[in-house]
Nanobody, 124 residues
Framework: QLVESGGGSVQAGGSLRLSCVPS????????MGWFRQLPGKEREGVAS???????RYADAVKGRFTISRDNTTNTLYLQMDSLMPEDTAMYHC????????????????????WGQGTQVTVSS
């Protein structure tokens, strides 16, 4: 129900912009977030966006990543700048009415909406 795109392979210091498009839900009615996960590891919250547009960021990406939403195109974005090798992961977007779990970037909560992910690989 959520489709991510925009991943790829870049060198450290580069930028990527991820997109998340829903097939159904209107993003502005949900709290949304971006998460990343490595194989065999617990997912990690990256950024979240409240319904009123308030953004929150994990310490690891603060100042480098920007989450935004375009209500006209119903698209969620994650602008990633100054990428580092440790940013390498599969990136997923998520949405839910439970804004606390989104805002706290829960690593285990089964969000109502979850995408298949887009791979980001950063080489040194």
């Amino acid at each position: 129900q959520l489709v991510e795109s925009g991943g790829g392979s870049v060198q450290a210091g580069g930028s990527l912009r991820l997109s998340c498009v829903p097939s159904g839900p209107t993003l502005s009615k949900y709290c949304m977030g971006w998460f990343r996960q490595l194989p065999g590891k617990e997912r990690e919250g990256v950024a979240s966006l409240d319904k009123d547009g308030t953004p929150r960021y994990a310490d690891a990406v603060k100042g480098r990543f920007t989450i935004s939403r375009d209500n006209t195109t119903n698209t969620l974005y994650l602008q990633m700048d100054s990428l580092m090798p440790e940013d390498t992961a599969m990136y997923h977007c998520a949405g839910d009415h439970d804004c606390v779990t989104i805002a706290t970037m829960s690593s285990t909560y089964p969000f109502n909406y979850w995408g298949q992910g887009t791979q980001v690989t950063v080489s040194s």
